[in-house]
């Protein structure tokens, strides 16, 4: 998942505290300069698959979600939730 924020507003204190707060942990964390020089971007690696939680809450923090990479093995999980989701309409 990679974030942005303000430079103010990057507090690795704060960003840990939302993982922890939806039973997520930290594996990886980078931060790097984004395009606009007011802004930075964090790049996190969480132990968990089920991201909506960690988005939607940092989304109420006022932190903009640049990207959201999964593996493949959610990807064919979202798949097959979506395909029985059609079926289920189509009866």
Not at 47 to 69: G, M, P
């Amino acid at each position: 998942m990679i974030l942005e924020g303000t430079q103010n507003s990057y507090h690795l204190s704060v960003i840990a505290r939302i993982c922890e707060n939806n039973d997520a942990k930290i594996l990886s964390l980078t931060v790097s300069n984004s395009p606009d020089p007011s802004r930075l971007w964090v790049t996190l690696k969480l132990n968990i698959r089920e991201l909506s939680r960690v988005i939607a809450t940092f989304e109420r923090f006022d932190y903009k979600i640049i990207r959201v990479i999964f593996d493949a093995e959610q990807m064919e999980d979202y798949q097959e939730q979506y395909e029985n989701l059609i079926r289920f309409l189509n009866l």
